[in-house]
């Protein structure tokens, strides 16, 4: 199994931290923060290990806000390289040897969401330095719901800027569902406050940034898939291939529920006119082993029809009751009367995001969004082995 993310901050990214926040301000009590930052860190999980960083700063940093952000801008590395797509290069790396980058930094940015809300332009400022070193995609949060008309007038500029980052910061940052962030509630409701920065940013230069543009248009499907649909219909004719592969991302949860205004909107029908098999492998595996499936599908009536073919995974939790996981499968053509096989290889091996339990596993085969055929394997820890 791949190693839990909280390991990324551990005593190691404890002690480069002190380091040099020490040399940013001599009169750094590294000694005290690195005990304070230490204490217990074995037993806490991720956000836990951010939050106590957070409050080692809060006890060792200066008491005034202002002087206590350039300390900490004044310990930052240079921001991260972007490759020639624009993506960041080590951006998940441990430590930085300039100074403070990576994972240390988001207890750092929960520092700022603590202490910066009665000087929001500064605390801004701040997040800007932090969010091209790692990101600032949950400790900007609390500022749009606290100061949102002030909070967007600066996301706004920052549509602008020149760091992909910063650009970057402004899309994710204001996602109404990102995943570990507070949730942004009011933008739940009503994401029409957001919808003037994506525009200016789904044909950014940089991939790392279209991306971001692409996940915050799906969390807005998941409240308000009309809106999503429109947004196609606006921004989808002519659009180059890069929009055209950030829209198609965009609406994936859509076309995956079988969405009809969205399916329309990619010139797709709902379901299958004919007929769709699904096989698999083998009836029971071992947790590690791969699966194939295997696809038959038969046209049928008078016109070519656009297919995205998919299949969700059932997966058993740990109470007994499973959660469904929809995996991309294929996107074709099928002529009329045409015969098509497909195959794919599902690997059923544990990963950071997601722990697998034994039980039966439902596999259900999904085009256009509708079910077309299930089947069931029974996974074992290791009792069964595949042929």
Known sequence: MAEAFKHLINPQTVHHAGEHLQTAWSSFDRTRFEHLALQGLDGLEFKARAQQIANALEACLPSDFDQAAAVLEQALAPPLELDARGEPIGLG?????????GWILWGAGEWVARRGMGDVPRALTCLHALTQRFTAEFAIRPFIAAHP???????????????????????????????????????????EPTLPLLQALQDDSSAYVRRSVANHLNDIAKDHPGRIAQWLREHLPGASAERTSLLRHASRGLIKQ?????????????????????????????????????VQLQGSGRDPQALVVDYAVHHVRAGGKTSAKVFKGWKVNLAPGEALRLSKRHPFREVTTRRLYPGVHRIELLVNGERQACETVDLHPGAVKAA
């Open 93 to 101: 790396a441990a430590l930085h040897p300039a100074g403070l980058a």
């Open 149 to 191: 008309s002030e909070v967007f007038e600066t996301l706004t500029r920052w549509t602008h800027d020149a760091s992909p980052h910063v650009r970057r910061l402004v899309s994710e940052g204001s996602r109404p569902r990102l995943p570990w962030g507070l949730r942004l509630q009011a933008l739940v409701a009503d994401p």
């Open 258 to 294: 079988g969405h009809a205004p969205t399916l329309q909107a990619w010139g797709l029908a709902p379901g299958l006119r004919g007929q769709a098999t699904l096989s698999l492998s083998h009836g029971a595996l071992c947790i590690g082993d791969t699966l194939t499936l295997s």
